[in-house]
């Protein structure tokens, strides 16, 4: 297999050990973190999506023009637009990125938030809403010829695009979520299932559920995993720097907004915190203290360690079937460069490693 390394472009610099300032969308940052992931050979970005932040696409169609090699992954949330729009928004942009696009779904876990946007839809609902949603889009990417699609949700007649993907008759799909519903609708419809940075044996489990479920519709997606890296020169230097960004994270809740909420509304962050409750550090450098302080918040498990001892992990997962690393740090900008320069190299130079010595044994 191929590897793949995405990013990550917010629209200001911001973590949990970095409080937001400035303006929410602050140009220089998208520029400048779109131009570091280019030089440092990440295939995309992703930009993310959440019901109080700005709009994804147009974040994305700036950091593209400023780094013309970049590919981008843009979130996005069925339901709250028309299918049938947003194929063609997503399309065009393709076309004047030159077929850089990809879109990673996320339905949403937390109630709460969604109706935030007026969506007072249960989950089973979303994501049934979902699939029919990503019928339309690929119908309206892929049919040179008026179509009609009646669902539960939508019903449209004479839909008919005039635009379509650059490459081909459809974009990557990328699809987040670990509930059940989740995991039967990624199955008819994810090129690239979206992990969580979790323990070897629940990425192994993930896994064959989803390929499971993708086999009923004679499909075989590719899956990704997210991870929050923490490298230094020593292994000893890179705990003890774990450590000073778990201290700095907890001193500064109130302000960055990374507050462990009561109840955690998603399967996926349950996931992480069922991890973290086997304790800090797992398998051979997973460390769940991030995931724990803040409630599981998104991607928020590392590894930790040299490049050279991150890497092999990587590798680890790589071997379970995970041949896409959404990688970002706590220091978005200088991470994101020592990433580029030190990690990624090193994890190409193993995969092809890997890749040859699994070609060898079948030969």
């Keep these: 297999m191929s590897v793949e390394f995405i990013g990550y472009v917010g629209s200001r610099n911001h973590s949990e050990i970095i409080p937001p300032s400035g303006p929410v969308v602050d140009p220089k940052h998208i520029e400048t973190a779109a131009k570091i992931h280019e030089n440092g050979g990440f295939d995309r970005v992703l930009v993310a999506f959440h019901s109080n932040s700005p709009e994804s696409i147009l974040i994305a169609q700036h950091a593209a023009s400023v780094a013309p090699d970049l590919g981008l992954l843009i979130a996005h949330r069925p339901g709250f637009n028309a299918p049938t729009i947003v194929a063609r928004q997503l399309a065009t942009l393709d076309n004047l990125t030159r077929g850089r696009v990809a879109v990673h779904i996320i339905t949403g876990g937390s109630d709460l938030e969604l109706q935030a946007d007026g969506d007072h839809t249960t989950k089973a609902q979303r994501y049934a809403r979902t699939s029919e949603y990503l ?89 990704s995993l997210s991870l929050r890296p923490i490298l230094a020169e020593t292994e000893e230097a890179a705990w003890a720097r774990a450590d000073r960004i778990l201290e700095k994270a907890r001193a500064l ?111």
């Design 135 to 223: 019928d339309i889009v690929r119908q309206e990417w892929s049919q040179t010829t008026p179509f009609d699609y009646k669902g539960a949700f939508y019903d449209v007649r004479g839909a008919n695009s005039l635009v379509h993907p650059y490459n081909a008759d459809a974009l990557p799909v990328y699809f987040g979520g670990s509930s059940a519903e989740a995991i039967e609708v990624a199955g008819k419809h994810a090129d690239v299932y979206a992990l969580w940075g979790e323990t070897y044996e629940q990425v192994a489990e993930t896994v064959s559920r989803v390929r499971a479920a993708a086999a009923k519709h004679g499909r075989s997606p590719r899956f």
């Design 253 to 363: 809740q109130e302000t960055t907004g990374f507050v462990r909420n009561k109840d955690v509304p998603n399967e996926g962050s349950r996931r992480l915190l069922a991890a973290a409750a086997q304790g800090s550090r797992l398998d051979k450098r997973l460390w769940t203290g991030i995931a724990e302080l803040t409630g599981a918040k998104g991607n928020s498990t590392s590894l930790v360690g040299t490049p050279q001892q991150v890497a092999e992990a990587l590798i680890d997962y790589y071997r379970l079937g995970i041949s896409t690393f959404l990688i970002r740090g706590f220091d978005p900008l200088l991470d994101a460069y020592e990433y580029g320069r030190d990690l990624i190299p090193l994890v190409r130079e193993l995969v092809a490693e890997e890749d040859n010595r699994r070609l060898t044994r079948v030969a």
